[in-house]
């Protein structure tokens, strides 16, 4: 299976950025948990360093040079397939499971985003003890049996995907992560003014937070290149 490499703006990555790494290029999308994604814990251990950093790639301040030769000497990763117009790489586990993709600016030649495919070793109490309650949440109809909600933290550039259960279920603490986009904390204020977004509201239904008035709408509209 391959991973569909990302051919959205940056500007457009709150919304479009975990999509196109976990939904496969045909067919039906493949599940949102599962034990063969991506083993890390760098989320909550920040070894070798924290969001919006990953395996020594910080968003903002990395090349895309740097991050590719990173990837590549990981013998954790395998299967790299790249792009050039913008700058982009996905790649999977060392076991041929799709997982990861960076993409860099253009323009500066720096990393704009990491997205992540977790295996559901982080909860979201951990997520809060480590970060604090999220400024902001935004429902994921994934599909039929799979309902996700994508808690964000701007200071940290931070989106994380938390798998709530099927559309009918509500947030529980001991839910898991099962994706990860880090983004520059500093293009956030742009970002957030092209998304509608729900505030945190505790450990509520999901079907609460898809029909809460959002706190955040869009101020700007940004059109696909």
């Known amino acids: 299976m391959k991973v569909r490499l990302m051919r959205k703006p940056v500007s457009l990555i709150l919304f479009l ?3 196109s790494v976990l939904v496969s290029a045909c067919g039906t999308p493949p599940p949102l948990k599962s034990d ?3 083993n890390d814990n760098s989320l909550i251990s920040q070894d070798p360093c924290g969001p919006p950093c990953f395996r020594g790639i910080t968003v903002g ?3 895309y040079t740097d991050a590719l030769t ?3 000497g990981d013998t954790t990763f395998a299967g790299v397939q790249t792009d050039d117009n913008p700058p982009r790489a996905a790649w999977n586990t060392a076991a041929g499971e799709p997982c990861c993709q960076i993409v860099a600016n253009k323009d500066t030649g720096l990393i704009d985003a990491i997205v992540l495919k977790l295996a559901p070793n982080t909860t979201v109490k951990q997520l809060v003890d480590k970060y604090k309650e999220p400024t902001y949440v935004t429902p994921v109809d994934y599909s ?3 309902a996700a909600l994508a808690l964000i933290w701007p200071d940290t550039g931070m989106v994380i995907w938390v798998l709530v259960g099927d559309p009918n279920a509500s947030l529980d603490e001991s839910d898991p992560v099962v994706a990860a986009i880090y983004l520059n904390p500093a ?4 970002l957030v003014k092209t998304a509608t977004l729900q505030g945190w509201n505790g450990y509520q239904s999901y079907s609460a937070y898809k029909t809460q008035t959002p706190v955040v709408t869009p101020a700007i509209t940004v059109t696909p290149s």
């Not at 293009?187 to 742009?190: A, E, I, K, N, T």
């Open 70 to 72: 990173k990837i590549k």
């Open 36 to 38: 063969k994604y991506l």
């Open 187 to 190: 293009s956030f204020p742009d």
């Open 17 to 19: 950025a975990a999509l």
């Open 144 to 146: 039929a049996d799979e």
């Open 61 to 63: 301040q990395t090349t």
